[in-house]
Every structure is written in C-alpha cells, then in structure tokens.
C-alpha cells in the first residue's frame, strides 16, 4: 500500500525538525506520567504563564461575535476604542472572520503592514520607494511563508541555500523538505556568533565545487537559537553580498521586537537596503518575514505571520499568489492580530495606559531573564554562554568531558542529547540539544527559551546548576574538556 | 536572481487554480471599478451573508478574552452554556489560544472528533474498532490536510493519483506542485455524476501503460462540484477496488452536512469500510478530511479542519506528524470550532434551541436554493443541470453554439472561460468555468455555488437567464450546438 514507510516521499524522511523532536516527545511521556515539565524547547510565551495583551483580545473576541455590538451592554465588558477597532476591522472583511479572505489577506490590513513598514524606516521623503500592500502577503504565521518562498526557489537538489549554523530548523527541515541542498554558514560563537561574510564566501566556492547553484540566503536577525543582532555595517555587507552573488535575501526577522540591550538596536535589512541606494537598492531580492508569535505579543497560537518582497518582479508575485491561492486564505483572526500589532493603541487612546504598561511589563522581565539565565549558564561548571541581545533564546556551550562523551555513546545517543536527556530526567526542563540546529563538530549546546515565568527563573537556574554540576562531577575524569 | 520568472521551480509554475484564477482576478477587478459582484466562484457562506451560528462564536470570542470569565458582567453578554463550554475549551489548551498546541491540535478536540465519529456510525459493540484521537489530526482546513497526505505519497512524477473528473482542483494543483501525475477518471453527467468502477480500471490500466505507478484514489463525497452523493453500494465497490490495487483513499467528506434530498443520505467511506469486515476492513489504507469551513457552519476564515487515518502504520503517522511539526501548531481557535462542531449544545441546553433553529434554517434554506438554481439553470436555453444533491454547488453544462466557439477562438479564449466572462462582464455573477475542474472534450460547464441570499436568488437566475438566452441567440446560427 502507498502510505508504508518504505513507500514514503524519501524527502519526508530525510527531514529533522528537533523542536519538536525526540527530546519533545520524551518530555510529553513524561508530562502524561506526572511530572511535572517546563516546556522550554519553543517559543511560546503563553504555555509558561505569558498573559496576552488585553486591547487585541477585546477586538478581536468582538470582532468573533459581531453580534454583541448591536447590544445595548456591550460597554460593560469592552472599552470604547476596542468597539471602534473590531468596527473597523470588520469593515475591511467581507463577511467577517467566517468569510475566507483574499489569499494574500485582507488588503486593508495589508495596506496596515505596509504603513507600518513605511513608519518603521523614519523615512518621509517623497522620493523614497513606499511599502507597496501588493508586495505584502499575510500567512498563517511566518514559517508558512518561509515554505511559500523556498517552494518558489528550489528546483532540486543542484540548488543550494546559504543557511547560518546553528539555525532554527525550519529551514533545514524545509530545505530536505524540497529536496533542496543546505549550504551551511558557520557563525562565530567567540566574536558573539557574528557573520562573517569570508565564511559565507568560502560556503558558496564550495558548495558550487560541488556543482550546486546557490539562489538564496537566509539571516535570522534578531538570531534563533542565537540571540545576536546584527549591525547595520553586517547587514551592509550581507546585501552587498548578495547582490554580487545574484542571492535572494530571505531575512527572518520575527524577533524584532524582543531586543534586551541598548547598543545594538534592530534594524531591518529593508531600510538598510534602502539607505544603500543604487544600484543595491533597486538590485537585491528580499524578502522579509515577521509574525504575531513573537515580540511582547506571544500570539503563537493565532497563527499570523506577513512577508514582504522587495525587488521581486510582478510575474513571480503573481505565481506565489497562485500557489498561495490554492490554500484559500489564511486565517482571518490572526490577519486581524496583525493589524492590530502593527497599529497598536496610540497615546490618549482610552486603551493605551493599560496597553503601554503590559506591553512594558513582557518587555522589561524578558530583559531581566535573558540576563538572569546568560548569568546562571556561565556559573555553571563547563557550561559558557553568550549573552542573549535579541529574540527568546539562550544557547549555552555544554563542554562535555570525556566520560559523557564515552557514556552517551554507550547510550547509542549524540553527547548533547544524552545530556538533554538526562537533564529532562532530573529536572523536568524541556531543552532542545545544539545539534538540533547544526553546530561544529565536537561542540555541544543547548537551546533553552528565556520564558518561564520571571519569578520561578531562579529556581530553574538552581535546578539546571545542581543538575549540570553535578554531570559534570560524574563524567569529568580529570583528562579534560570535549575541544571548544 | 533566483526569484526571476524564468527561474522559478517548474512545479509551480505549472500549477493552475481555477477558483481563484482568471475570472476571479477579472471580479476583483470590476469590483474595484465599482460594479456590484456577486462572487460565487467559492464556497464562501458568509461573504454572501449567511450569519455565524450565535453559540460557537459566544464560546470563540470568550476562548480570546478570557478575562471576560472572571467579570461579574459577563452574564450579561453571554449565556451561562457558552460561559462552561468556554472555560471547559481553555482547560484543553495550555495557554489560551495565544500557546502553541501540538502539532496534530489539542488532544482534548482530537478526543471530542473521535467520539464523534464514532456516534456517527452508530455503532456500539465493543469489538467495534474505534475511532483513535492518535490518529486524527487537526488542520488550518481541510485544504491543507490533503496537502500533507498528498506530499507523503507522491515521490515524482511516476506517482499517479486517480482523481475524479470533474474535480476540485485543490487535488490537480497540490498534485503539479508535488510534482506527481494526475491519472483522471470520469465521472458520468448523464448518470447524474455516478462513478463507475470500470473507468476506474481502465484509467488504472492506461496510467500502467504510461509507466506510472497508481498509488491513491480521490473521492469527493458529496461531490464537488457535481453535487452527488455516493451510495453505500457504489462506495463499496470503491472500496474494494483500492483494496486490490493496494490504493489509499483520500475521503473529502467535507460537505457531509450539505444534503439536499432524503434518497441519498452521507454516507462516510470509514463507515462502510469497517461494516464490511474482513480482509477489507484491516486493508484499506484510508484519510478522511473534514472542515469547520462547510456544513451550516461555513467558517471559511477560520481555517480548521481535520483528517482521520485508519490503517496507516504507526511510523508513517509518526512521520506525518513531524511533517506537521515543521509548522508547529495549527490555529487554535479553529480547533475550537472544530470541537463545537463535533460536539454542538443538546437538547436541554440553553443555547440548544437557539442554534437547532439556525442550523435548519440554514440548511433548509440551502436546500431551497439548491432547487431554484437547478429549477433556473434549465429553464435556459441550451442548458442542462443535474439536481444538486448535495454540497454546495450547481454545474450546469452550457451548450455552446459553433458561433459561440469561433467567437471564443477569436477572442483567444476557452470557450467556457469565453461564455463565463461574458456573464461576468453582463451580471457581475462571478463563476467558474467548468475547464477549471476539468470535462470531457468539446463539452462545456460552469460552477455556481448555491450560496447567494435566498431572496436575492429569483433576481439572480432571472439576470442569468437573461444573459444566456441572449448569448445563445447572438450565437446560434442553426448549425446545432457543440457536441455533447
């Protein structure tokens, strides 16, 4: 029969996605056994205790039940502005959250995003080349439209993708998926894991020794599972890059919002491209994503993303239009909460003292727990971490002796998962290991999320410390550390 | 650059979907010159004004704000039925709809399908094999569970899939993205859309001689979009058939609340393949799907579906399901739906009375349309329609004179995509035309839905009849019509 393994789409098979892996699975065994599990292997600010923001929730459970507008007590549970908000939005659908909408999304929050863009830039001058909304496609969270764009590019495996390493897996996982080829960049985890582009070069000389056709890059900026940001200076290059290179930008920037240092803002490959002028700016591909997931929203379940493409010719437009069509629309709730994020409360809104203050309150405690676990990592035995200046991860270096090494194999398990393993086992704490994501060859790490809840981090830092030193305590045998 | 037409993956370049496709652009179009348009290209309830059922967008929109449950005014918006259902719905989650689930959808929702598929085969003996929440998985609609089934299946393009013809092109579309075969099998327009198994096997055997290697069998029950339903025997026979030639089914149930007379009542391939026993029962590999998007639900926008697999080995479900993972989660609010779907108030709730009333009356005014649409379509000259048993569509075939033909020709046009433009251009009525879902050569259909507002119907068959009976005036030159 056509659905055995054996008769499976190889490309299926070949794909890893350790997010939601074999660490993942264990911990969901373990929940249903009755122990108690921190999920910390994904992003999802809600199921660690995150509260959504009270403003998009009012407009879009009125905007579910348009029927409670019409009722005389409405403002006893809902402010004014939410009232005027899900009017509004339900004047820029046909038939309200029931009717699909257009397969790019509803264009009145499209043209939302594009405003937003445009704000985003600080850029008033006529000359400048605006946000164009029929360059803008809503999807149901960024990772589809991730998969929309590579379904477009990759023809076979003769095409390659510039990946960094570590990444999240989407994209390695998309790439098998396709039945594409990964083109591995390293990122430096001693320099900050900073971009070098002499690593990139040398990635596409050798991918294309080997016959492969590069077509695109992807940066994650804010980085997954990293944490850096990337300068404008880097970004500078990276587009020139790919300008020489004929590269199509793929630049994931869903974590723009979640920045816990002052030194290096976000900036987005969009306006750095802009500022570039001619001839990059009219010359390089991009596409952008960003999602309602991340950021001090956490809305990963509503499933809401946007892409926006720079430089892409209408013809091409119209195919990811088509392609997007055959799906319908995307969900028309999330395309709401994508307004709403992109057209928050403004001051002397009747909503924007409570919407400020929440939205503050996420921010400021998600900066007190990057520093607070980055610190915990690095007073750990064998265990040294970069500190996390963007998104929701931490990704500390495991240096595990040779006794875990030895033992692991033993296990018939890679070193970091072993260690994950165990820690999951001990502790309860849902990690996802480094090789989930690619890292170089005889270094260990763990991706861990900065989001349990900001009172209970110093116990799980506790938790992990007496956990890990005590591993190490076991395993380390005196004849020293895995190489760095 | 890799995002240049020319440059594109062949696949999807290749893929055409006729819904949204060229009449529907021209629609858009004349919409935004101002001209009324009255879209029934797709099966989109309420963007022609069917109103949401009241309960299930009580309990959504509580499900959102959560926050409402604690406010001692919430009695006031709400009945205290959808107050419990919502809080029951947020026990299932964790995190509100804000969180991630797991990526086949929240188990308590997967648990709540099964038990409903189960009370729909009416069946209580114990050894009855029942339905298993492990294996169903909840989707963003149906649409997009057929796209992962289909990616596992198809390997390249000596993987052919027998699809009806006329078909829903979502299957002809997803099966060129893939980069599989179509290996179509014709469905009979004068037997009332019937499906003889004998066509099966000669498409069977000509995709054989071709070299292509049949590996499944799509049924659309009640059909789309020919409005049949299938009889318990014909699906037998089905059955049968992919049992000895070793095919899964793919079951696309989603109209199975869309019935318009009592000869033929919905009957689902599951329940047929487990009352016939043994070898078939163990034996045929079969995926139904199901959706909140049709029925007297049709919440299109919200995007929820699901499918069920039955006789699919554990390690092909486990590789589905890291598939899924890949996106992470589907929406969470439309697995709400879904829940409320399979589970919707009973006798001695609250609500109950509220939501029968509305669900009949939808249903019964759709059966209403489903008449007056037929009833209109072959009171035109040169028209024939079958009677719309079910689902949510009428395919009449147009018979289109030689001048109609040469006219088209001359305009560089399909003759149907001719004659459908031409009523837009006329009525604003937005169809499809039939070579969208494929037909037999030489002979010419378009697709309606039933779905216009009742009272507005009458005006709408009389302004086709109007435009028709015209255009087979202006055309018909005596020389008899296309052949049928």
């Known amino acids: 029969m056509a659905l055995e393994y054996d008769l499976l789409n190889e490309n299926v098979k070949k794909c890893q996605y350790a997010v939601r892996g074999e660490l993942y699975l264990r911990a969901s065994e373990l929940q249903k056994e009755g122990k108690k599990i ?52 339900l004047s820029l659908t046909s038939g309200g959250l029931g009717a699909y909408s257009d397969s790019r999304g509803l264009p009145g929050v499209r043209k939302e995003v594009a405003e937003f863009i445009q ?22 969270g960024a990772s589809k439209g991730v998969m929309q764009i590579l379904n477009c590019v990759i023809r076979g495996e003769g095409d390659g ?54 077509r695109a890059m992807v940066i994650i900026n804010p980085g997954n599972p990293t944490g850096q940001c990337l300068s404008e200076a880097n970004l500078k290059e990276i587009l020139k890059f790919c300008y020489n290179e004929k590269l199509v930008l793929l630049g994931d920037e869903v974590y723009q919002q979640n920045i816990y240092q002052d030194e290096r803002p976000f900036i987005s490959s969009k306006k750095v491209l802009m500022d570039m002028g001619s001839p990059f700016s009219k010359g390089v591909q991009l596409v952008s994503f960003h999602t309602v997931s991340k950021g001090y929203w956490g809305e ?19 195919e990811i239009y088509k392609v997007a069509s055959i799906a319908l629309s995307p969900n028309v709730s999330a395309q709401i ?30 900066r007190r727990r990057a520093k607070i676990m980055t610190d915990g990592f690095n007073s750990c035995k064998n265990v ?9 991860y931490s990704f500390p270096q495991i240096r595990l002796p040779p006794g875990a090494l030895q033992a692991a194999k033993q296990a018939g398990k890679v070193p970091d998962v072993f260690y994950c393993l165990k820690l999951l086992e001990a502790t ?4 996802v290991p480094g090789s989930g994501f690619g890292q170089k060859e005889g270094v260990f790490h763990l991706r861990t999320t900065i ?10 830092m506790d938790s992990f410390k007496k956990f890990n030193d005590e591993f190490m305590a076991q395993y380390d045998n005196g004849f020293g550390y895995s190489r760095m």
């Open 38 to 89: 921190i999920f910390t292997n994904v992003g999802n600010p809600h199921a660690l205790g995150q509260k959504p923001l009270t403003f998009p929730r009012q407009v879009v459970a009125l905007c579910q039940a348009p029927f409670l507008l019409d009722d005389p007590n409405v403002g006893m549970l809902f402010p004014a502005d939410a009232i005027a908000r899900a009017k509004h939005y």
């Open 119 to 140: 704000r985003h830039m600080f850029v008033v001058t006529v000359c400048f080349p605006h946000s164009d909304p029929e360059l803008i496609f809503l999807t149901d």
């Open 384 to 392: 040294v971490c970069n500190f996390t200046e963007g998104a929701m």
């Open 161 to 214: 993708i510039l990946v960094p390493v570590p990444q999240y897996p989407l994209y390695s996982a998309t790439i098998s998926l396709l039945g594409g080829s990964l083109v591995p960049y390293y990122l430096d985890e001693s320099e900050n894991w900073g971009l070098d582009v002499n690593n990139l070069r040398q990635s596409v000389a050798q991918a294309r020794s080997q016959g492969i056709s590069v």
């Open 451 to 460: 989001l349990p809840a900001e009172e209970e981090m110093p116990e799980i």
């Open 337 to 366: 909460f994508m307004g709403l994020m992109v057209s928050p409360p403004k001051p002397g809104d009747i909503s924007y003292d409570q919407f400020a203050r929440e939205s503050k309150g996420i921010l400021e405690s998600l």
């Open 428 to 431: 309860g704490i849902s990690t």
């Open 300 to 318: 990963c379940g509503q499933r809401g993303g946007y892409f926006e493409m720079t430089n892409i010719p209408p013809r091409v437009v119209e």
